[in-house]
């Protein structure tokens, strides 16, 4: 059976510092559980490592909101697309959960709609609670929350101008009123404005509301462009605000979605750890996620884990579970015809194993996969799993004491060029990011991975055996023998000779779970079984080192082309940048849209948005 991990709650304070550490900063939800794990709370965040930190701030917290934080045990979290999507999903959740420390909401019927009177020259736009079938006119909505339709019709009727007056005030007034003063109306109500051109602007505002609104931004966007040119920069600026506003009136704010039932299925394996999330959607409304941590062989490929795991999720156990018609996964699994053969018959109806979809459905298996590698990267950082490895590691190597600083070095370059060095550093609570250190190797010649070994451990040793520096308990080099044996001659001739040296090297099929160790004072070469804790806290260090290495050698390579944020990027040349540049506003709003958004822009297609979208995050 599938086992849950750091989702479950756990004896003792909730340890915040080190859940806070590798919390993300994307927008999602919150979910806090006490220590019989039940639910306390639901909230959402634009971004989750900030509101969540407040709770754990040391002065200010109301008293309500210490109580709540006095109880917690855990808390899991679930990314989503944007801050509108985190809206949705929280009061989704707080509905079927109902929380004790949530304001419960009330039922669908209270959410708030956007109405376009039926009037037949100047129809208004107003904010309306509950969707009836009186009176006519249109509807939009269902929104998130009210402030999601003030914010909207704020937006409208500073960039059309339409009304938002009743009809009994809209027919009795003789002139204009204050709406019309501060520019938010065009004074219909006294002809100030012809119908043909008002109902142009109610057009305009209804292809807003429904996303068809290219045209409009082209308009804009030019504007913003010859005001620029003719060095009205406050008024392009103005023009520049309006475009972002009405993007962010684009966002789908809609409660109803794509529709559809589906389980998202995501999987994510690092540092002999894989984590499996799954995604509920039920009428097109993402439900909630749950994340399992199973037990695996080093034989089993993600599509043959994935089928086990769909088998025991919806087989094992006294009662099965609820199957929808579409279980989406990210890789082929298998036996998938066979096992959709068997859901189909279980449920009575067709059911299909895919994951080849597109649209909404993507983008669902898109977050599910953000959401898993997020998962796996907290339960790798928790206190616990770091502690009960570093046991594991104390009685592999034979240790005299647990490692409380672990140290491990590895080296990146393009060809020999721009080459740096890396040293990460890890202790009793998982990496200490804030000892990390990177190394320009210089005076080498290029490609020389030795040489380049030596330097950076003679510079790094060298302040250490001077009583400047701290000093590690185990040492890690990334590399085979070769590696290994230069740095133990850095040792011997610093005179260092108390510090276990232990080189990791990939091993023939250089596969995951295969990695040869190495120890430089004995000369033992060694292999742990795949699933040992100890063998994971090597990778986890391993892995980081060269995450490290990669990341400052790209940054020192760009720094060096001193190209633009956009430069560099394969497929996106001067005028995809300038149409990138004039659709946001600038690279500051740019970094903040989602693929889909970036998608929307002239000449961009989604794989390329996809690759602008993994440049500006470095992914």
Known sequence: MPTRSDSEPSSGKFDSQSFLKQLTERPGVYRMYDEPGEILYVGKARNLRKRVSSYFRKTGLAPKTEALVARIATIEVTITGSETEALLLEQNLIKSLRPPYNILLRDDKSYPYIYLSSHSDYPSLTFRRGRTKKGGGTWFGPFPSSGAVKESLNILQKVFRIRSCSESYFRNRNRPCLQYQIHRCTAPCVGYIS???????????TMFLEGRN???????????????????????????????????????????????????????????????????????????????FPRYSLEQTEGELLASFLGQYYFGGDTRREIPRDILVPVPVEGQELLSDALSDAARRETRVRGNVRGERRRWLELAMTNARQTLLTHLASKETVYRRLLALRDLLELPETPSRME?????HSHGENTVASCVVFDENGPLKSDYRLYNIEGVTAGDDYAAMKQVLTRRYRRVVGG???RPDLVF???????????????????????????????VTRRAGMEQLMDALTGAVFRVPADSPALHLIQHIRDESHRFAITGHRARRDKKRRQSTLEGIEGVGPKRRRELIRYFGGIQELRKASIDEMAKVQGISKSLAETIYAALHDQ
């Open 195 to 205: 119908p043909e051109a008002y109902l142009e602007d109610i057009r305009h505002a």
């Open 477 to 507: 080099i990334d590399g085979g023998k070769g590696q290994l044996n230069v740095a133990r001659e850095v040792f011997e001739a610093l005179g260092i000779s108390d510090i276990p040296l232990i080189g990791v090297a990939k091993g």
């Open 214 to 292: 290219p045209a409009i931004l082209q308009d804009l966007m030019n504007s913003m462009e010859t005001a620029a040119r003719s060095l009205e920069f406050e008024k392009a600026a103005a023009y520049r605000d309006q475009i972002n506003n009405l993007r962010h009136v684009q966002e789908q704010q809609s409660v109803d979605g794509e529709g559809g039932d589906a389980d998202v299925i995501a999987i994510a394996q690092d540092a002999g750890v894989v984590c499996v999330v799954v995604i509920v959607v039920r009428g097109g409304r993402v439900l909630g996620t749950k994340d399992y």
């Open 408 to 412: 491990c070095f590895d080296i990146s």
């Open 468 to 470: 400047d520096g701290k």
